[in-house]
């Protein structure tokens, strides 16, 4: 069974401060790695995907990949209280019934 | 463009009825997805489409059915509810593929008595 590991939280920071998430997968063959956002009572919406080892910047956004230690993470910088929610690390270990696993999430919260 | 979108939004049905939940995306995109979200289980793949025609399953397809009517929509279908099947159920779509970036509906809460 392909595992993604997330800290489930809650992660709290303050308002303005640097929040890293982080996520550990079981499949070493693993491809292209994704976060989404899911507010409470929402469906997840997509941050960022990332494929190659290294950082990939979007805004207030960097993903992280770490393919040797099997390692993703996600930094928010100048975190507000709209960034909020749970983060869902998907990592893909290439196509079938497998395709795509999620982690379950860790839950930041951005104390004002 | 609306994107991804999922019919009806919330639905109560008591314990051997039978439903079908409808999804379409305007995206032109080839691969579509099932998911269902429980509390403690994070997501999990019930089926998926890889491209119009074709159906396969997940990890969790036992009391569902599927049909990808076109290239647009893709319906679940439960034929015999369960209380067990009570769950939040989200429809995504992907350009081509599990490399692909997946964008998700609004979901429907399903909820069985």
């Known amino acids: 069974q392909k595992e993604v590991e997330q800290n489930s939280g809650p992660l709290s920071v303050p308002e303005g401060a640097i929040a890293s998430l982080n996520c550990t997968y079981s499949d070493r063959g693993s491809q292209s790695f994704f976060w989404y956002r899911q507010y409470s009572g929402k469906s997840p919406e997509l941050i960022m995907s990332?494929?190659?080892?290294g950082d990939k910047e979007d805004g207030r956004f960097t993903a992280q990949l770490n393919k040797a230690s099997q390692y993703v993470s996600l930094l928010i910088r100048d975190s507000q209280p709209s960034d909020s929610a749970t983060y869902l690390c998907a990592v893909n270990s290439g196509g079938g019934a497998d395709g795509l696993t999620f982690g379950k999430g860790t839950h930041l919260i951005i104390q004002p | 463009n609306a994107g991804v979108t999922q019919t009806p939004k919330f639905q109560v049905l008591k314990t051997g009825q039978s439903m079908t939940l409808q999804c379409a995306q305007d995206?032109?995109?080839?691969?579509m997805y099932w998911y269902r979200q429980d509390p403690g289980m994070g997501l999990r793949l019930i089926y998926y489409?890889?491209?119009?025609?074709?159906?396969d399953k997940g990890e969790v397809p036992n009391g569902y059915n599927v049909s990808r009517l076109n290239k647009r929509e893709f319906s679940l279908r439960l034929e015999s509810a369960a209380p067990s099947q009570t769950s939040v159920y989200f429809c995504a779509s992907s350009e081509a593929g599990w490399d692909y970036e997946q964008y998700f509906g609004p979901g429907t809460r399903l909820t069985v008595t």
């Open positions: 489409s890889a491209s119009e025609g074709t159906t």
């Open positions: 995206m032109n995109h080839n691969s």
């Open positions: 990332i494929y190659s080892n």
